[in-house]
């Protein structure tokens, strides 16, 4: 079991920065898989960026330049930098993380709005 909990969701103004945060914790195995997804209303949940212990990343299109994921794998932290924020961007954020694609587990959601 590995739980899942975001932070750092609000409020930007379009062009601003927001630092989303998620910490995943599981006691009976390494956390390997960490990512950020994004459901915006009316519309199905997307990957927005994944990272691999080691490194390796996945951006969505709309993320590529914008966004930058990071992890900490001592602490089985995973930082979302969004950069240059537009309305679209406005959505629910959910962190999912786990030790393999087949074992991933979800947070709760947090919601991110960018409005003038």
């Known amino acids: 079991q590995v739980h899942v909990v975001e932070s750092g969701g609000g409020l930007a103004q379009p062009g601003g920065s927001l630092n989303l945060s998620c910490v995943a914790s599981?006691?009976?195995?390494?956390?390997?898989?960490m990512g950020w997804y994004r459901q915006a209303p009316g519309k199905e949940r997307e990957l927005v960026a994944r990272?691999?212990?080691?490194?390796?990343?996945i951006y969505a299109d709309s993320a590529k330049g914008r966004f930058t994921i990071s992890m900490d794998n001592v602490k089985n932290m995973a930082t979302l930098q969004m950069n240059s924020l537009k309305a679209e961007d406005t959505a629910v954020y959910y962190c999912?993380?786990?030790?393999?694609?087949?074992?991933?587990?979800w947070g709760q959601g947090i919601q991110v709005t960018v409005s003038a």
């Open positions: 599981a006691s009976a195995f390494r956390i390997n898989i």
């Open positions: 990272i691999i212990r080691g490194g390796s990343t």
């Open positions: 999912n993380a786990g030790p393999s694609f087949g074992g991933l587990s």
